[in-house]
């Protein structure tokens, strides 16, 4: 079991940045791969980034290549999800949680409280 908090959201203006931070409480989480999602109501939980359990590689979905930049420090046990130039569809909640790989990113079952982010325009 592993025990994930995130924190970092807020209420930002559109163009401005958030970095978010994914606290985990495992020894293996340098064994594991890691992954940002996010939810607004009325919608799936639908992935964002993803990275590598060394940190070598990483995955964005489309909509935010060029804006977010996901990175993880090991040796706190943390990840992370810089993002830049934020437009309001980007307001929900995002979670972060291990991943199988970060081809075929798939979740654990156990997510965090998430932290909101509103994007106003």
């Known amino acids: 079991q592993v025990q994930l908090v995130e924190s970092g959201g807020g209420l930002v203006q559109a163009g401005g940045s958030l970095r978010l931070s994914c606290a985990a409480s495992g020894r293996t989480f340098s064994t594991n791969a890691m992954g940002w999602f996010r939810q607004t109501p009325g919608k799936e939980r639908e992935f964002v980034a993803a990275?590598?359990?060394?940190?070598?590689?990483?995955s964005y979905v489309d909509f935010v290549k060029g804006r977010f930049t996901i990175s993880r420090d090991n040796a706190k046990n943390t990840v992370y999800l810089q993002m830049n130039n934020l437009k309001p569809e980007d307001t929900a909640v995002y979670y972060c949680?291990?991943?199988?790989?970060?081809?075929?990113?798939?979740?654990?079952?156990?997510w965090g409280q998430g932290t909101q982010v509103t994007v106003s325009s």
């Open positions: 949680n291990a991943v199988q790989n970060i081809a075929t990113l798939l979740p654990t079952l156990y």
């Open positions: 990275i590598s359990s060394s940190g070598g590689r990483t």
